[in-house]
């Protein structure tokens, strides 16, 4: 059973919880959530469970028929998220909105061989390193690993790629040096997934575990066995769907995809895929690889080898780097059809700023378009001339270039007062769970129309700018019966106007790029509504062991993403915590879930009150009071603005 604990349980009554439950035979694991306590109670049913209701400090209890209880949906609604560091402040995040691929060879075969491996796949954009220093072999005579000089190998190659670590445990007497040598993530193969006692030892240990399905084992068995894992102190459990036995010869294993969608409804762990075991040929691995991902997985582990001929182990199905390579480029392509994006890692300082170069004491933020946007604008504001504006192409790049630390903020646009929303970015912010708001600021914006020397407002035929910027200038647009473009930012229209040289083109944008771009000001002020103001939201990631600190003014901002129930007066209730909390809103906006058709967030900026002495806690305690009306729940930030 689950026994959920009231959020002011006193350790007292907790105790008392404890107890009555050991005198009944019960194996406790105390689980602190995010929004509130639990005590996992395993073992054979020997009491009503309404003895335990009554006791002081009990909020609910949860009683679990499946034979697997921790790894239930019933213990635990929502999906597990492992998170794995590494040695450049990140955490990668295996289960969430990130798609993770783990790359190297089926055993470490020297130290060259490893360094060369993680170099091959870290440029292709693996997340993790694998490779087994201990090799359990179907033929005594075979190749059966390193051993520990193997580990050395492997953990020297992942660290200077931030590459966390990958490899297989086979018996639990190499689990002392595998510790001793920084293993990131322990592999429990398909032949050792009942070696029970093993898994009693690794789960104690509290590590990262993947735990491959048994050449023969049902989705119920394999299971189970996660539930040694978790029931032994673990809570960092990752399925790896292998392939098992059939009648079928062609291929070396058959990969069971259908167990994924299955297993979704059946747990909560996270769930990766190896093609490798599966099809044992290297030509097959790739549509197998990209099927995974479309059915679901949070994604895939394979072996890579840069030169498989030489293989001492599975020659046949190791990658050619070249492969791994397509592989990572097909998946980022496919994984925004799954609502999803692929995980990255951090460039290494160094490698961002170029290693016998100083380092300089600016920060840097990302922002979309050329010198003279508005965003430029926003970040000289915000930050006061002590960041470095950096252009990149598209809002999505801001994203992504603040996930990869190529950058430590990015200026986003959220909201025109007279255009609306830019929804894009409402998108961006549900996709990316590894970025956080960190600050907003709002700046005027005022329209120009500049051409290039010797342009009339009646030369002007075509007018170059932001959707936005086109749609804020519409009335203008419309008595002149000019034709709008769109570009990536106003600035973007006012550089390529420049470079056209054409008397009948001209550009809506900031006042300030006539000068950068050499251009003359036909209009100024050509904005509908002259109380024209954007406001732009600071991003910074949040999947790092260190996050982002903009400034030490006390929040008095947050914004919130949440979903409802389907069910009658789903959104009244949750807008009722809101009121009671005294959180007022600035905003509310819906925007639909991908793959779950009339499924919608809702986006709402509160104005945290001035009372309030830690608005981070106050804003805590407000989710885990939403909780209890509302679903997914996430605090985008808690922010002074």
Not at 67 to 80: H, Q
Not at 613 to 633: G, R, T
Request: charged share 25%; net charge neutral; hydrophobic share 40%.
């Amino acid at each position: 059973m689950v026994i959920v604990l009231k959020n002011d349980a006193t350790d007292g009554q907790k105790q008392v919880i404890k107890n009555t439950l050991k005198e009944k035979s019960f194996k406790i694991n105390e689980i602190k959530g995010e929004e509130s306590t639990i005590l996992a109670a395993v073992g054979k049913l020997a009491m009503d469970v309404r003895e335990v209701e009554v006791l002081p400090g009990v909020a609910k209890v949860i009683p679990i028929s499946k034979p697997y209880k921790m790894a239930s949906r019933e213990f635990k609604p929502e999906n597990t998220i492992v998170e794995i560091p590494n040695n450049r402040g990140q955490i990668i995040r295996v289960g969430g909105s990130r798609l993770v691929s783990i790359g190297g060879p089926c055993a470490v075969e020297s130290r060259q061989q490893m360094l060369d491996a993680a170099a091959a796949v870290a440029a292709s954009g693996a997340t993790m390193l694998r490779g087994g220093a201990y090799k359990p072999r179907t033929s005594p005579y075979s190749f059966q690993g390193l051993g520990e000089e193997g580990l050395k190998y492997l953990k020297e190659a992942g660290d200077k790629y931030g590459l966390p670590v990958v490899t297989e445990v086979v018996a639990a007497e190499y689990i002392p040096a595998m510790e001793a040598n920084g293993v990131d993530v322990y592999q429990v193969g398909a032949r050792n997934m009942q070696n029970f006692e093993l898994l009693k030892k690794l789960g104690a240990l509290g590590k990262p575990v993947i735990l491959k399905r048994g050449l023969c084992a049902t989705i119920n068995e394999w299971l189970m066995s996660a539930e040694y894992l978790l029931s032994s102190g673990t809570d960092k459990v990752i399925l790896c769907e292998r392939g098992i036995r059939t009648y079928e010869t062609a291929t070396r294993n058959t990969l069971d995809l259908s167990a994924i969608p299955v297993l979704r409804s059946m747990t909560h762990l996270p769930i990766i895929v190896d093609p490798s075991h599966a099809l044992g040929v290297r030509d097959k691995i790739p549509p197998m690889a990209l099927a995974s991902i479309a059915a679901g997985a949070d994604g895939i582990i394979v072996e890579v080898h840069c030169h498989p001929e030489k293989a001492l182990s599975d020659a046949a199905q190791a990658l050619y780097p070249a492969q791994f390579d397509k592989i990572m480029r097909d998946i980022e392509s496919l994984a925004p059809v799954m609502g999803k994006e692929v995980a990255h890692i951090r460039a290494a300082e160094s490698e961002q700023k170029g290693k016998d170069t100083e380092i300089p004491s600016k920060i840097r933020c990302a922002f979309s378009g050329k010198k003279g946007a508005y965003a430029e604008q926003a970040i000289n504001n915000f930050f006061e001339d002590q960041a470095e504006a950096v252009e990149v192409n598209s809002f999505d790049e801001i994203f992504q270039q603040v996930v990869d630390g190529k950058v430590q903020y990015g200026m986003v646009p959220i909201e025109n007062s007279t255009a609306g929303s830019i929804y894009n970015n409402y998108d961006n912010l549900t996709r990316y769970e590894d970025v956080s708001i960190a600050g907003a600021v709002t700046i005027r914006i005022e329209h120009s129309l500049v051409a290039p020397k010797g342009a009339t407002l009646e030369s002007i035929k075509h007018v170059y700018s932001h959707p936005q910027g086109l749609a804020q200038c519409s009335n203008f647009m419309k008595a002149h019966g000019y034709t709008g473009v769109d570009t990536i930012s106003t600035a973007t229209g006012a550089e390529l106007v420049s470079q056209k040289k054409d008397i009948t083109c001209g550009a809506i944008c900031n006042i300030r790029n006539a000068k950068i771009y050499g251009l003359e000001v036909l209009q100024q002020g050509i904005e509908n509504n002259s109380n024209n103001y954007t406001r732009f939201v600071i991003i910074a990631a949040n999947h790092t062991a260190k996050a982002s600190v903009i400034n030490e003014k006390k929040p008095n901002m947050a914004s919130v993403l949440f979903t409802t129930k389907n069910e009658a007066g789903a959104l009244y209730d949750a807008l009722g915590i809101f009121k009671k909390e005294n959180l007022s809103m600035n905003r509310l906006e819906s925007r639909p879930i991908a793959g779950k058709p009339w499924k919608y967030w809702f986006y709402s900026d509160v104005v945290i009150p001035q009372k309030v002495e830690n608005p981070h806690k106050y804003m805590e305690d407000f989710k885990n009071k939403l909780k209890a009306v509302a679903e997914d729940i996430r605090i985008l930030g808690v922010y002074a603005e």
